[in-house]
């Protein structure tokens, strides 16, 4: 049972190149998440999926899209990096039925170096 | 969404029992409390939650007083394996993905047991 598996683990980046970074699970969820994750900052989210084709916008979004064409699958690209973005960037997902042992569950992260 | 109060950080030594407290002040009545801890290199993942009162289970403990404005994790006999990032969460967790993964992680409690 493999949860939420991020990829790449890590990945340099020059300023100006864009990436994807995928995440993927298979716990059947409806809920999909990206967060962020710089010292002394917390997690802050970046964007959101209620479910298969829809998305929306966390706290910090700006330079980043991402895409939920499948199901177990939440794509989080950026088109043009900056060094703001180095980061480590956590995915996670949810279930979404109305319980009172509703958690979030994350991946492993994925270490974002931009220079 | 509720913010909460917590300490930076916090020393233990091996054996002890750890008492983590969160300030919630402005907690609504559909708010639960869930706790996650995170190790480094890796993501969060989930402790307990509660409603009110007492909970526990084989991790921990949470003590919710009756005004539910604070909560308490408790970590007995605490091991070098807890040391560890322990965060407070506070919010309608049967609401669904977009205010699950909204929750607001901040910085957490950096748990450092000491030999």
């Known amino acids: 049972n493999a949860g939420v598996t991020q990829t790449p683990k890590f990945r340099v980046l020059k300023t100006g190149q864009s990436m994807t970074l995928l995440c993927a699970q298979d716990?059947?969820?409806?809920?999909m998440y990206w967060y962020r994750q710089d010292p002394g900052m917390g997690l802050r989210l970046i964007h959101y999926?209620?479910?298969?084709?829809?998305?929306a916008k966390g706290e910090v979004p700006d330079g980043y899209n991402v895409s939920r064409l499948k199901k177990q699958n939440f794509l989080l690209g950026l088109e043009s990096a900056a060094p703001s973005q180095t980061s480590v960037y956590f995915c996670?997902?949810?279930?979404?039925?109305?319980?009172?042992?509703?958690?979030?569950?994350f991946g492993e992260g994925s270490w974002l170096t931009v220079v | 969404l509720a913010k909460t109060t917590q300490p930076i950080s916090m020393d233990s030594y091996e054996g002890q029992e750890v008492n983590i407290t969160c300030s919630h002040n402005?907690?609504?009545?559909?708010?639960?409390i869930t706790w996650y801890q995170q190790f480094p290199s890796q993501g969060p993942r989930f402790i307990i939650q509660?409603?009110?009162t007492k909970v526990t289970n084989e991790v921990a403990s949470l003590f919710i007083p009756a005004d539910r404005k604070s909560s308490t994790l408790s970590l007995p006999r605490v091991s070098l394996s807890d040391t560890a990032v322990y965060y407070c969460l506070v919010g309608d967790i049967k609401g669904g993905g977009s205010t699950l993964g909204r929750l607001y992680f901040g910085r957490g409690t950096q748990l450092t047991v000491w030999p």
């Open positions: 716990m059947n969820h409806e809920y």
């Open positions: 509660g409603y009110k």
């Open positions: 402005n907690i609504a009545t559909n708010d639960y």
């Open positions: 999926s209620v479910g298969e084709g829809t998305t």
């Open positions: 996670a997902s949810s279930y979404s039925g109305q319980s009172s042992g509703n958690t979030i569950y």
